[in-house]
């Protein structure tokens, strides 16, 4: 059976070898499709920038093993930003991940 993906969904999990405060406390996958890709590509041609905004959606989820443990997770969506002026989260500009790339990153 042949099954169509077309969504580009991936997982993060909590980082159980985290040792560090500057190591992350998620790790995980995503997988992209073609579409999702393409669709990036498209705005990165279109803007003069460096950055591409992308929506990024989230649901927390746990998995009970019939052990009784509950592997709980992070589901994240990736898809093209439908209406730029329409952003559903407004960041104020001490968190807008655009203009403190640097300080997120050191």
């Known amino acids: 059976m042949i099954t169509r993906t077309t969504r580009s969904l991936g997982g993060l999990r909590p980082n159980k070898h985290k040792k560090h405060q500057s190591h992350p406390d998620l790790l995980g996958r995503i997988l992209l499709t073609r579409e999702t890709i393409n669709d990036l590509v ?11 905004e992308a929506e990024l959606t989230g649901w927390f989820n746990a998995k ?43």
Not at 81 to 92: A, I, N
């Open 42 to 52: 498209e705005a990165t041609n279109q803007s003069s920038i460096n950055l591409i």
């Open 64 to 106: 009970i093993h019939k052990s009784g443990h509950v592997d709980e997770y992070l589901t994240v969506e990736i898809r093209k930003l439908q209406k730029p002026s329409d952003r559903l989260y407004k960041p104020t500009l001490d968190e807008d991940p655009i203009l403190n790339l640097e300080a997120f990153f050191n």
